[in-house]
């Protein structure tokens, strides 16, 4: 909710997910994509960028809670880092 005129969508199943970034009109927000995906990656944190409008996270089955908890902030202030709240 917090970036909903940025991320339309989150998709899981299982520790499989895609965050998919549109604009308000619906046109994906590639760029913004590939820029969320650089800052996590200079953090350590490596995701697929899809090309167009999503982000996929796939980490390992055997992840702790800790090193989940972590990937996920690294995600969440990289976002925030990049759309500016």
Do not use: W
Not at 26 to 39: A, F, H, Q, R, V
Request: proline share 4%; net charge positive.
């Amino acid at each position: 909710n917090k970036y909903s005129n940025h991320l339309a969508y989150v998709f899981g199943k299982g520790l499989v997910a895609a965050l998919v970034f549109m604009d308000s009109d619906g046109n994906p927000l590639s760029k913004t994509c590939d820029k969320i995906s650089e800052l996590a990656f200079q953090r350590g944190l490596l995701v697929v960028h899809t090309g167009r409008e999503s982000i996929k996270l796939g980490p390992p089955l055997t992840i702790t809670d800790e090193a989940l908890i972590e990937g996920i902030n690294v995600i969440k202030e990289s976002t925030k880092q990049i759309i500016g709240r």
